[in-house]
């Protein structure tokens, strides 16, 4: 009896054990479903109009994830891309000069983006590599109010994308731009670094910039002073080297260095004319009575053409190899008719060469004197012993290979 009592409560404390286990797994599951709603932020791009969102140290190190405060001298990364996906959407762009610095996601919406889109966001502590996550809701919507049909851009090269992604030196960019266009609403479309348009890294210079492409769109028309900057007669002395033609005072200088040359107008007042849709026919032409194909094929036989294209060049190779073998083997000259052509002097020469080697070799295999000493395979020349050779050295020929 004791012992099972024993078992029975040592199977109570496992059950306990395991529903506890369970009641902590769930209570942090919850603790982080909770957190990570804290972590969710809402925004609402529109279509058509710029989005700028900062990346600030400050929304990453307050948040429930880290215990410890991290100082503002840590090096602080950033990397964002939509949910499910490696990357950003296409219409999205993300920029950080440096770790010290706050990263911006900015881009415009376009009518195909229009929706939910969910962007994670993970910062990145250089130092410690700890990491901290945020999602970002995008609600993309139509904006609200007038349209704004009268589109320019401006290529701005004092400064970086960065610089002016900031509402602050957006704010003045569009309050320089009012002294040079007619009064109206003027609003930020798309902000763009000139490296997505093809520019080039600037050399390691101070004050040299790489440049951003702001577009900005109103309502009211463009002023006659944009005209005259964008118009062909500057674009031709633009050609050549010279400032263009400007009707009115520069108010954008000099916070702002302008490239007048860059300027493009887009006036989407007047709706473009749209495209005649062709309408599908049944597949049969019109009766044409300069166009009369035939309608019967008449029968054409084809051995006398496979004839030609066999046997002909069958034929030459057969010519080409009866000349060959002709000029190898019936034209080559003998040795009777070498023998003729050679003088009796030379024959005589040769002969009297050849015998007097035979005569050397025959002489050189039959000799009985000993070989001298400066010959023998052991010979000191200092005390002129030397080792009894194995064999008659007498009988080796001089010139083994030709024994």
Same mark, same amino acid.
């Given at each position: 009896m004791p012992v099972l009592r024993l078992e029975r409560q040592g199977q109570v404390g496992a059950a306990m054990a395991a529903v506890l286990i369970w009641i902590s797994l769930l209570v942090g599951l919850l603790a982080g479903l909770g957190r990570t709603e804290a972590q969710q932020t809402t925004l609402h791009p529109l279509v058509g109009r710029i989005f700028v969102h900062t990346l600030d140290r400050e929304n990453f190190l307050h948040l429930p994830e880290l215990v410890v405060a991290v100082p503002d001298t840590v090096p602080i990364t950033y990397h964002a891309h939509l949910q499910g996906h490696p990357d950003l959407p296409r219409w999205l762009r993300y920029a950080q000069r440096s770790p010290h610095q706050p990263g911006f996601l900015y881009g415009t919406a376009t009518p195909a983006d229009r929706g939910r889109q969910v962007i994670e966001v993970t910062a990145y502590n250089r130092d410690s590599f700890d990491t901290t996550r945020q999602r970002l809701v995008l609600l993309i919507g139509d904006p609200e109010g007038p349209l704004l049909p009268y589109q320019a851009e401006f290529l701005v090269r004092s400064h970086d994308v960065e610089e002016v992604l900031p509402s602050t030196p957006a704010g003045r960019f569009l309050t320089a731009?009012?002294?040079?266009? #007619?009064?109206? #609403?003027?609003?930020?479309?798309?902000?763009?670094?000139?490296?997505? =348009?093809?520019? *080039?890294?600037?050399?390691?210079? #101070?004050? =040299?910039?790489?440049?951003?492409?702001?577009?900005?769109?109103? /309502?009211?028309?463009?002023?006659? +002073?944009?005209?005259?900057?964008?118009?062909? &007669?500057?674009?031709?002395?633009?050609?050549?080297?010279?400032?263009?033609?400007?009707? +009115?005072?520069?108010?954008?200088?000099?916070?702002? =260095?302008?490239?007048? +040359?860059?300027?493009?107008?887009? &006036?989407?007042?007047?709706?473009?004319?749209?495209?005649?849709?062709?309408?599908?026919? &049944?597949?049969?032409? #019109?009766? &044409?009575?300069?166009? +009369?194909?035939?309608?019967? /094929?008449?029968? *054409?036989?084809?051995?006398?053409?496979?004839?030609?294209?066999?046997?002909?060049?069958?034929?030459?190779?057969?010519?080409?190899?009866?000349?060959?073998?002709?000029?190898?083997?019936? *034209?080559r000259e003998g040795r009777l008719k070498r023998d003729l052509a050679t003088s009796d002097i030379q024959m005589v020469h040769h002969c009297t060469i050849r015998g007097n080697t035979e005569e050397l070799r025959q002489m050189a295999a039959s000799r009985e004197v000993p070989r001298p000493l400066s010959t023998l395979p052991m010979f000191n020349v200092r005390t002129g012993e030397r080792l009894p050779p194995r064999v008659d050295s007498a009988r080796v020929p001089l010139i083994l290979d030709q024994h």
């Open positions: 731009l009012g002294g040079l266009w #007619e009064p109206g #609403e003027l609003q930020l479309l798309n902000i763009t670094s000139a490296l997505d =348009r093809g520019g *080039r890294v600037p050399l390691p210079i #101070e004050g =040299r910039k790489e440049g951003v492409y702001i577009k900005v769109g109103s /309502a009211s028309p463009f002023s006659t +002073c944009l005209k005259m900057a964008a118009s062909p &007669d500057s674009q031709a002395r633009c050609a050549q080297g010279q400032p263009p033609l400007l009707s +009115c005072y520069d108010t954008l200088a000099p916070h702002f =260095r302008v490239d007048w +040359c860059n300027v493009s107008l887009v &006036d989407k007042s007047v709706p473009e004319p749209a495209d005649e849709v062709p309408t599908p026919g &049944d597949g049969i032409l #019109e009766h &044409d009575p300069f166009f +009369c194909p035939p309608t019967e /094929a008449t029968a *054409r036989e084809f051995l006398t053409d496979a004839l030609v294209t066999l046997l002909v060049p069958l034929l030459v190779a057969l010519l080409l190899s009866l000349l060959l073998a002709y000029v190898m083997c019936c *034209r």
